[in-house]
């Protein structure tokens, strides 16, 4: 089956450690985006990235980053900068758009971070 | 600025009590208009793509709309198991495909 997948679902964080959230994804996609959602407020962008080894900064970067080595796999990591990290996070991606109907973002099931 | 403002908020509905959601946005130039279905702790399903005014488009008990300022979700006879948060995002033309959200509206149907 294509799809996205995420990992891990749940992460808990020590306040000064970095973690890692996987994301990756066999739908032969392009592009792919990190997002972060906090209860009763809209998606807010981390970082997109549409072709291997580039990536650009989204509306929210700081505290972030992130690498794009394959185009199956954009790993997030957050850092100890990152001064509110508790949140979900969401991790999507399209294909590279050729005709007006090919800019959907499909998502994957989320990782819930919690900084203790 | 891109500007997406979605109403209500939350929407309590019983079942068969068909209503609308709204999304309202601010954008120079629309490339398209998306919905998404979220379900709690979840991430959100692709619903639909609206590219202009006067688009419409179905799917089993929903149909979404789009004028120049805003886009409206109709759910027809709803059932409990359409509760849940329905999203909307616009993608500006130009933007290398960044979609803005907002905050959705929470619809719960009650049986």
């Known amino acids: 089956d294509g799809g996205i997948t995420q990992s891990p679902k749940y992460l808990f964080r020590k306040e000064g450690q970095n973690v890692t959230l996987s994301c990756e994804q066999n739908l032969n996609h392009d592009a792919m985006y990190w997002y972060r959602q906090d209860p009763g407020q809209g998606l807010r962008l981390i970082y997109y990235s549409q072709i291997v080894n580039d990536f650009q900064k989204g509306d929210i970067a700081e505290g972030y980053s992130v690498s794009r080595e394959k185009k199956e796999s954009f790993p997030l990591t957050v850092t100890s900068a990152q001064k509110n990290p508790t949140a979900f996070y969401l991790c999507?991606?399209?294909?590279?758009?050729?005709?007006?109907?090919?800019?959907?973002?499909?998502f994957g099931p989320g990782t819930r971070l919690t900084v203790l | 600025e891109d500007q997406v403002t979605q109403s209500p908020e939350a929407l309590r509905l019983q079942e068969g009590e068909s209503s609308s959601l709204n999304c309202s946005y601010t954008?120079?130039?629309?490339?398209?208009l998306f919905w998404y279905r979220q379900d709690p702790g979840k991430g959100p399903e692709f619903l639909f793509t609206l590219y202009s005014a006067g688009e419409e488009k179905e799917k089993e008990r929903l149909k979404a709309t789009l004028t120049k300022k805003e886009s409206f979700l109709h759910i027809t006879a709803p059932k409990p198991e359409d509760s849940a948060t329905y999203l909307c995002a616009v993608q500006e033309s130009g933007s290398a495909r960044q979609l803005t959200f907002g905050s959705g509206t929470q619809l719960t149907v009650l049986p």
């Open positions: 999507a991606s399209s294909i590279k758009a050729r005709l007006a109907g090919d800019n959907e973002q499909f």
């Open positions: 954008v120079s130039g629309l490339r398209g």
